[in-house]
């Protein structure tokens, strides 16, 4: 079963795809890594399209691998998410990410900063209080936090899930449907949901110059999004064709390699500088 799942994989089809003691080890590299300080954050940044300001970013893990270099997400975290090894991520990247927002703002540059969870990750009971925790310890407010999460992510034990996200919302972050129309939302649970984003899967922005069923697909996502009181996020978006295309729709926000690729944290400062000064 986990072979044929991760076959496709680069780095697992190296060791994560072979017998039980390989697997093994690689939970136990994660491991390894994780205390060698391997994984990195890398920060994208998000638009604010009606002023033309960056005003968030999305938080992307890296692995800087010792011998195999930088490590894509897509290649270790279905492999931790399926081993549970991602329940030790998710609080060390919510640490990192917490941290590095409120130093921001202790330079002045108030961010709100998005981060990534899994299934696994809102099954557990612990992570509400954690992100208290890390919000109070910080000092950070609530709302300069974002927590992605996929209409998937919801679907393995809905009740537990909801209540993991009612109490998050409770706490003040704010929460985000990312990858919205690629999976099977129903429009009654987005409803019913404590979201105050929605994301558009960026299958639909890469062709919205070109298809125009995309593009009708991506119009009345937003309008969808405003009537239930979201706030409209596109990612993906490459081309200034499309920032100035999603600008018009009325989106509110856009992220993709058109504004900027993913960085390191220490360079967001000097980047943000940069299109200040441009
Ligand atoms: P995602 O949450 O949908 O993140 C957006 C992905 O699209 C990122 O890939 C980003 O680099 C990429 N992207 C952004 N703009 C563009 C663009 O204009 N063109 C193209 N072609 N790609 C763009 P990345 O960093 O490789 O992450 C892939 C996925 O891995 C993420 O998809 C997310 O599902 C997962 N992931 C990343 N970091 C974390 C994490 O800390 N925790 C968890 N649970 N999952 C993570
Ligand atoms: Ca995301
Ligand atoms: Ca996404
Ligand atoms: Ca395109």
Redesign the pocket.
Known sequence: EAKRQFRGYALASEIGAGPPHEQLSLIGEMRDALLRQEFE??Y?PKLDLASGRVTGA?????WRHPSRGLI???QF?PF??QTGF?RE??PW?LDQVVARTAAWRAQGLNLVVS????TL?LLHSGLAPLVKRLLASSGLPPGQLCL?I?ESALMDDPDLALATLNQLAESGVRLSI??YGAGHASLAYLKSLPVHEL?I??AF??SLMESGKDAEIVRSTIALGHALGLKVVA????TDAELGWLKRAGCDVA?????A??MPGAEVTGWMADQDSA
């Open positions: 954050v890398f994208q999305e938080a992307l893990l890296r894509p997400p897509a975290i931790a998410e991602i991520i998710t990247l981060a990534n969870l899994s990750d992605e996929t990312d990858d994301k899967d960026q922005i890469f990612e993906g978006a490459e992220q993709g390699y058109g504004i690729r993913p």
